[in-house]
């Protein structure tokens, strides 16, 4: 992650559930919000993946993976 204003690296990750930056020629992670409220940064992916993350380390906090194909929603809630 960067510092929109400064252009400086502010926090690394290297055991990212992100595993391909493209796919199929489009980005994998589509959309990017943080919560100020419980300090989270949210990860949504293109396959309809949530990532929960703490802000401060990146830690996991949950993963939540949506299927709609099936005209249900299926949540999995992945935690450490």
């Not at 055991?15 to 989270?40: C, W």
């Not at 802000?55 to 996991?60: E, F, G, N, S, V």
């Amino acid at each position: 992650m960067w510092n929109v204003k400064s252009g400086v690296e502010v926090l690394t990750q290297t055991d990212s559930l992100v595993t391909q930056p493209i796919v199929e020629g489009a980005p994998t992670i589509t959309q990017l919000e943080y919560n100020e409220i419980n300090d989270h940064i949210y990860v949504i992916t293109f396959d309809h993946n949530i990532i929960v993350h703490q802000r401060k380390d990146l830690t996991l906090v949950k993963q939540v993976i949506i299927i709609a194909q099936m005209k249900c929603v299926l949540y999995t809630f992945h935690t450490n």
